[in-house]
């Protein structure tokens, strides 16, 4: 079965950093690009990052662009996003996707999701 | 950068048929896929490359893309079929992935 799993969300302050994981199993994860995206509580979905599956593309939305970074360990079939200088509006759920069709071209599958909340 | 617009919602009766559309600027020239996401679930893709079903999608969901819309549409409308459906296209001009706002499909 194709499975994504996220981990590493949680409660943060404003201005803190958090590194979140997704892991896949179920296909050849280093022959598939990556992407990051988020849904604020109540909104619609928002996409954060694109990674390529040797790691030698890379795109962020403007809203991330210089405060998160994408990366990935194709050995441990692993994507990562570390987050830094989080922001109030960062509040939300974030989903890894696996770049069905490459360079954005369809989502399937999406991980659970893990919930970011930052604080004051 | 480039924008998709839906409607906010859009309310269908069971067994009709359902049309969400989704717009944006000569959206002809882009590949666009669909999702489904029903409350507290991850998306799901419904539909990618405007019209194709990935396994396990009823045929009942199809797409189609023309001049400035994009068209998600269910056939058969069921109970189970309520939920927030998404356009997405890749915006190769700007290097993003983008999304529109979402339509609530009420079954009434």
């Known amino acids: 079965e194709v499975q994504l799993v996220e981990s590493g969300g949680g409660l943060v302050q404003r201005g803190g950093s958090l590194r979140l994981s997704c892991e896949a199993s179920g296909f050849t994860f280093n022959s598939y690009s990556m992407d990051w995206v988020r849904q604020a509580p109540g909104k619609g979905l928002e996409w954060l990052s694109y990674i390529s599956s040797s790691s030698s593309i890379i795109y962020y939305a403007d809203s991330v662009k210089g405060r998160f970074t994408i990366s990935r360990d194709n050995a441990k079939n692993s994507l990562y996003l570390q987050m830094n200088s989080l922001r109030d509006e960062d509040t939300a759920v974030y989903y890894c996707?696996?770049?069905?069709?490459?360079?954005?071209?369809?989502?399937?599958?999406w991980g659970q999701g893990t919930l970011v909340t930052v604080s004051s | 950068s480039y924008v998709l617009t839906q409607p906010p919602s859009v309310s269908v009766a069971p067994g009709k048929t359902a049309t969400i559309p989704c717009g944006g600027n000569n959206i002809r020239n882009k590949n666009v896929h669909w999702y489904q996401q029903k409350p507290g679930r991850a998306p799901v893709l419904v539909i990618y490359?405007?019209?194709d079903r990935p396994s396990g999608i009823p045929e009942r969901f199809s797409g189609s893309n023309s001049g400035n819309t994009a068209t998600l549409t269910i056939s058969r409308v069921e109970a189970g079929d309520e939920a927030d459906y998404y356009c997405q296209v890749w915006d190769g001009s700007n290097l993003h992935v983008v999304f529109g706002g979402g339509t609530k499909l009420t079954v009434l």
């Open positions: 490359y405007n019209h």
């Open positions: 996707a696996r770049d069905y069709g490459g360079s954005g071209n369809g989502f399937d599958p």
